[in-house]
């Protein structure tokens, strides 16, 4: 349970007392799969009746260790806002070669011994938006990230997450319950934030965002007979 703003803790307590009924003690046993390092299929497809093709472009990362710390995760969400933030010149020549639309994003999912970076966007080619996103990415490992890039994408990062704690709601149901999942503190991602460097983050860079790990997924449009 998670509570935040003007609430009296013991109502909360009395209230959960109320709610929850008793049960038996029930034994959990969590087990640490053996998870191979490649990708189970580099590409899959399936139909569904959408009017234009979704693809979902996924690197799958190593995990070193179960959970990320909070600089991991700020110099992962850095990169990816680096190479795939709308407004990035990458995403723009995405736009002007008519490979994504506005739903074009990306999210790094993240939790106990896994990690991956999925882009996904409405296409009409997702081959070729695969091809020019790994074309990229091995651009990117050849000749380095840019500093000015991550320097303005590390300021609003962390503007971002600091006006996150203005909202009492976002508080309760994002901060902390991911602080929680994640295993650290509430303020220890926005400490990361502010503290991280770029060598760090081109450190991290270099382990990730593999090609040999990247994987495509699509949905196609139903066929009309």
């Known amino acids: 349970?998670?509570?935040?703003?003007?609430a009296d803790a013991d109502n909360v307590f009395n209230l959960a007392d109320d709610f929850l009924n008793d049960k038996l003690p029930v034994k959990?046993?969590?087990?640490?799969?053996?998870?191979?390092?490649?990708?189970?299929?580099?590409?899959?497809?399936n139909s569904m009746p959408i009017s234009k093709p979704l693809a979902a472009i996924g690197?799958?990362?190593?995990?070193?260790?179960?959970y990320m710390t909070p600089e991991e995760s700020a110099a992962y969400d850095i990169i990816k806002s680096m190479i795939f933030d709308i407004n990035s010149d990458f995403s723009v020549e995405l736009l002007e070669k008519g490979l994504?639309?506005?739903?074009f994003g990306t999210?790094?999912?993240?939790?106990n011994n896994y990690c991956s970076t999925i882009i996904f966007a409405e296409t009409d080619d997702p081959k070729q938006l695969y091809d020019e996103i790994l074309k990229k990415v091995t651009d990117l490992h050849k000749n380095g990230l840019d500093e000015k890039t991550f320097e303005r994408v590390k300021k609003?990062?962390?503007?971002?997450i600091v006006r996150a704690?203005?909202?009492v709601e976002n508080t309760a149901m994002n901060l902390m319950?991911?602080?929680?999942?994640?295993?650290?503190?509430?303020?220890?991602?926005a400490q990361a934030y502010q503290k991280i460097t770029f060598e760090y983050v081109c450190e991290i860079f270099s382990k990730c965002f593999n090609i040999d790990r990247c994987a495509l997924s699509v949905i196609n449009p139903i066929k009309e007979e």
């Open 59 to 66: 690197f799958k990362e190593i995990c070193e260790k179960p």
């Open 156 to 160: 609003v990062a962390y503007a971002n």
């Open 100 to 103: 994504i639309g506005s739903t």
């Open 107 to 111: 999210d790094v999912y993240s939790g």
């Open 177 to 189: 319950i991911e602080s929680a999942v994640n295993n650290y503190g509430i303020f220890d991602l």
């Open 1 to 6: 349970i998670c509570v935040c703003g003007n």
């Open 165 to 167: 704690y203005d909202d």
């Open 28 to 45: 959990v046993e969590s087990t640490t799969p053996i998870e191979p390092e490649s990708v189970a299929k580099k590409y899959t497809e």
